[in-house]
């Protein structure tokens, strides 16, 4: 028998919750008396050897600074490194790239005919799932269904954005 799914955690990931959430509210109380009650009232109790107050205010400053250079530098600059260059191609079509000669429907198809109307781009088991897809109609199955179905997506060509956006310029 299979054992139940839960949305509960673990055991194991529960005691290690606990145990975290315990040791952040602990830290938290000994940084807040450290940086609020007077040092004179923890040496009363015995607790002497403290870091001077400055570093209550530096030592946050100083990791909020960090966060902030990390977000606003040098992820973006990390994320810049691994990006394609904008004039690539590679910007435009890849290997998931999905062109629209990619759905026209070859009528006599076979596996070796149906590689020629495919784009090159394409992997070769999207061309042979397209051709068995293709192979497996008939020519008056395929028209019905292209007036009843929603057509396939595909990516489209950049020349085409080009010119339904900016048109011809005079």
């Not at 100083?62 to 530098?73: E, H």
């Not at 293709?134 to 292209?146: C, N």
Request: aromatic share 12%.
């Amino acid at each position: 028998m299979a054992p139940q799914q839960t949305p509960a955690p673990l055991t194991g990931r529960a005691y290690y919750g606990f145990v975290l959430y315990v040791s952040a509210w602990t830290c938290i109380f000994c940084y807040l008396t450290w940086a609020i009650v007077p040092h004179e009232y923890l040496h009363v109790i015995g607790i002497s050897y403290l870091p001077h107050r400055f570093w209550a205010i530096a030592l946050p400053t100083i990791i909020v600074t960090g966060v902030v250079l990390f977000i606003t530098l040098i992820y973006p600059g990390i994320n810049l490194l691994l990006a394609v260059a904008p004039d690539d191609m590679r910007t435009l079509y890849d290997s998931h790239t999905i062109r629209r000669e990619s759905y026209e429907e070859p009528h006599n198809c076979s596996m070796d005919s149906c590689s020629d109307n495919i784009s090159p781009d394409l992997a070769t088991s999207v061309k042979k799932q397209t051709c068995r897809k293709f192979a497996s109609k008939s020519v008056d199955e395929s028209e019905a269904m292209d007036n009843s179905s929603v057509p396939p997506v595909y990516d489209l060509d950049i020349s085409e954005v080009c010119k339904i956006l900016y048109g011809r310029q005079n």
